[in-house]
């Protein structure tokens, strides 16, 4: 194992799942429990790049898309507006 972000995410996963599993004997889930509790704090697969600031230009064509999609709810679309406006 690499502990990379994505690995740290599956081992976690993992873990949780035999929690809930109805199949799994209590010194299993115990142990997987004992996991969860020392894993380090890293961030987990996809957060990595939760700091990385976002282009403006791009939020605006993304508003505007919702804006002008009818798949998109009116409230969706004045929440959309909204953003816009405050840019």
């Not at 690499?2 to 976690?12: H, L, M, P, Y």
């Not at 809930?20 to 790049?49: F, I, R, W």
């Not at 939020?59 to 840019?87: C, F, H, R, Y």
Request: charged share 20%.
């Amino acid at each position: 194992m690499q502990n990379t972000a994505e690995d740290i995410s599956n081992a976690a996963s993992g873990h949780k799942a035999n929690l809930s599993n109805p199949n799994t004997s209590e010194a299993s889930k115990a142990h997987s429990k004992e996991v969860l509790d020392n894993m380090p704090n890293q961030p987990h697969y996809g957060q990595e790049e939760q700091n990385v600031s976002k282009n403006p230009n791009q939020v605006a064509g993304g508003l505007k898309a919702a804006i002008n999609n009818d798949t998109i709810p009116d409230s969706g679309k004045q929440k959309a507006q909204e953003k816009l406006d405050q840019m």
